[in-house]
Structure formats: C-alpha cells, structure tokens
C-alpha cells in the first residue's frame, strides 16, 4: 500500500470541522490504496475535545511532537484533561488577537522546529509516497515545502481557508502583507497539488500565483453517512430548533438575536412551544434579549456522536453567517444540516459558497439582505410552517455529492496523479 504523511497540527483529539475533515480522509485513504502517517501536535490549549474522534484514525500512525506556540505552553501550565466540558482560552483572547502580529505565517510556527525535526525522521524511517500538508495553520505548508525541496516529494497543500484574505491570517500592516504574498507564491509555485474546500478560495489562490490549473483541484467538507447509522436521536420533549457550532466572528448570531427578540415582543405565541438550543462555544449572556431567554439553552461543545444525537432529534436547523464573510466561507456543519433532512433557517450573505449550497439544498428558509424586521417575520413564519419531510432527487444528489467517502477517493485520485508523475520524474 502506499504511504502519505500527513501534516495536520489540528488532530484528533481536538475536535471541530477541520479536524473533521483530515480525520475522515485518514478513515477512509486505506480503501483507496494509501495508507496515512499523521504528524501532528501534542496537547495544546483548545475549547474542543473529542476523544470519540481518535477511533475514526484507528490503524494510522499518528505522531506527535512538541512546540513553542502559545497555545502549546499553556497546556504545559496546565494540562488539558480530554473531555467534551473542558474548556480553553477564548478566541477572543490576547494569545488569539493581540500577539498573533507578532508570528508570521501564524501563531503556531513555534511547532515548526520540533515538527521538521520529526518530519525528517519520518521521510526516512516511513519513506512516504507524498506529502499532504493542511491548512490553518500556515506553518504546516512551510513544512510541506520544505520536504518537497528537500527530499523531492510529491508535495499536496490542502487550504481549509485563504492564505490572504481570509478568517485566520492576519496582516495588521504592509509588511505582513508583503511577507505572505512572498510565503504565499512560494509555496504555491512548489506544490504539485494545491487543494481548497471550495471554488472562491481556489481563485484566489490562482490570484496570488498563477499557474498550472491543472494541478488546482476542489475537494469540498462534508459528511460521512456513518456518522448518522451509529446514532439515536437525542430524547427531547419540546421542538428543538438547534444551532451547532462556533459563534462570533464569521458566525455571527446577532441579527438573529435582534429578530428573535422583535419576534418575541411582536408574537410570543410563536415562540411558546419552541426549545432554541445552541451547542458549542458559550455565548455571553448579555448578548440575548432577556425576554425570549426562556426559550433559548446555551450547551457546552459535546462530542460528535452526541451532537448527531441533537441534530436527529432536531424539528428545525438554524445556520448563520456575518454580512461581510469571505465569499469561499463555508462550514462543515452544512453538510451534516443538509444530511439530516431537517428544514434550516439561514441568515447568510448572497454570493457566498454556503448561501449557495443552502439555496440549492432549498428546504427551509434562506435570508441574505440582513433586514432586522424582514428576518423577524421570515422567522415567525418559519417557525409556523409544518414542514414534514425533506424529499427529492436534489437533496438526495446534495447528500451523495459531499459524503466524504466521495470525496476521499477523489484525494487519493489527486495522490495517485502525484505519485506516478514523480517516479516518473526519479527515473528520468
């Protein structure tokens, strides 16, 4: 069989979507003839633990090493102990804001010694077939390169966001800017494979370095229909209209909150029989009108069983953006809305790679213009709808699509490309 190293910083048992999709890959590669190596990061400070994530990589090496960056040391002052009510630093910390200048690519180039270290180690103990190298952070396609120069590996950098312009990359000033546009054409002048998770952030790739489109492939997230077989719904009296996920920044949730509490001082009625549930990172309270706050439960992030658990028992989905959000943004969340059949309600920017998909899935509400009393009403109207079932060949063809089995095979394809190119390129 053959071999990928994979350097993935974020890794089970940190839990999220972008863990999401490496672990998945690492589940399902084998079947497609490749066998992975996963070099990651040892226990760092983080608001996400799942444990349960650690079984979908069972028969893969995973290595880890040590690092310097922050959130590394803090979990050397204090230790993680690895369990869904742990929580973290808040992103909105100063490790996550204020000293994040101070590090280019990003925060987390202090694993790069310690990660290069292991990576040689690895090349020559493993003797991979290719490296893939995921991003955010940054810092693993800085290791990426270099083994591709080094070593003359078939190099495939995976971007999860932009390098410029996007959710996690700061550029305060012009030297920043300057740094990763250099960092940034580099590294995509190297790469014999460049994957993103969805067209917008694939074109501005292209932007920073034109080059060869062939070598420039689409791989979006999705979800693995496993997932959903192994799990009940969770037991619920009330109807359950659940958020699951992050919130703040890209996902703002105001403009909801706003119309939520319009709805609840125009119609309380709707509200009555309702149970708001959002899981995931807690929200400050003073964020929520206090006259709908009966209606609304904030809970802790959970393991990913027990968030299927809440998606199935479910009645109804809410998804939301902020207004100003990249136009490739788009959450692995989505899918796992999309695979459940429930209707959603989203308040999401027109343009934008989730909108769309949202727009095509077209069961439930899509609200793009951000008028407070336009959403108050489509929320009380949706609120009222009895929806039944979602049905039709265009959600069933929505599902096959983003399984992530699909789009495995379509990375090993993208592997095996790689892979027959350079031992055609050693043997002259």
């Known amino acids: 069989m053959k071999k990928v190293l994979i350097i993935a910083y974020y890794f089970p048992p940190l839990g999220m979507g972008g863990v999401q999709r490496v672990v998945k890959w690492t589940k399902y590669l084998p079947q497609y003839g490749w066998q992975p190596h996963i070099l990651t990061v040892k226990p760092i400070r983080y608001y996400a633990y799942d444990e349960t994530l650690l079984k979908e990589a069972a028969g ?41 200048q101070f ?11 310690f990660a290069w270290r292991k990576l040689v180690q690895l090349i020559r103990q493993v003797q991979p077939d290719a490296i893939l190298s995921t991003s955010p952070p940054l810092t693993a396609h800085l290791l990426g390169m270099k083994a591709k120069v080094r070593f003359n590996l078939p190099w495939l950098a995976d971007f999860r966001d932009y390098w410029l312009g996007g959710e996690f990359v700061y550029t305060p000033t012009g030297i920043h800017r300057f740094l990763h546009r250099k960092l940034a054409v580099r590294a995509l002048q190297t790469a014999d494979a460049v994957v993103s998770v969805s067209d917008p952030i694939q074109q501005s790739l292209l932007k920073i370095k034109a080059s060869a489109a062939q070598k420039y492939f689409v791989i979006p997230n999705g979800f693995d229909p496993d997932d959903f077989e192994k ?9 359950l209209f659940l958020y699951m996920g992050s919130l703040g920044g890209a996902n703002d949730p105001g403009p909801f909150f706003r119309a ?28 929520l009108p206090a006259h709908v706050a009966e209606q609304v439960e904030f809970v802790p992030y959970v393991t990913h069983p027990a968030a299927i658990g809440y998606l199935k028992a479910a009645a109804a989905l809410l998804f939301t953006l902020s207004a100003n959000v990249n136009p490739g ?12 059949g429930k209707p959603i ?20 509400r899509v609200i793009t213009d951000f008028n407070i009393d336009h959403i108050s009403a489509e929320l009380g109207s949706f609120l009222e709808t009895d929806f039944g079932s979602a049905s039709g060949k265009s959600i069933e063809r929505l599902r096959s699509r983003y399984s992530r089995k699909k789009q495995t095979q379509k990375l090993a394809s993208v592997l095996d490309r790689l892979e027959k190119t350079g031992q055609k390129s050693q043997n002259g």
């Open 345 to 364: 309600f989203a308040i999401s920017p027109a343009g934008v790679e989730a909108t769309k998909i949202l727009q095509e899935y077209n069961f439930g």
């Open 60 to 100: 893969s090496p995973i290595y880890r090493t040590g690092s310097f960056d922050p959130t590394r040391i803090l979990a050397k002052l204090k230790k993680p102990d690895f369990t869904e009510k742990k929580r973290a630093v808040s992103q909105g910390s100063f490790w996550a804001s204020g000293i994040r």
């Open 231 to 239: 799990v009940q719904p969770k037991n619920n009296s009330e109807k």
């Open 103 to 113: 590090f280019i690519p990003d925060s987390k180039i202090g694993w790069y010694p």
């Open 329 to 340: 943004f788009v959450t692995g969340k989505i899918f796992e809305y999309i695979a459940s």
């Open 260 to 287: 939520l509490g319009q709805l609840g001082q125009r119609n309380p009625a709707v509200l009555k029989n309702w149970k708001i549930l959002f899981i995931g990172q807690p929200l400050a309270p003073q964020n």
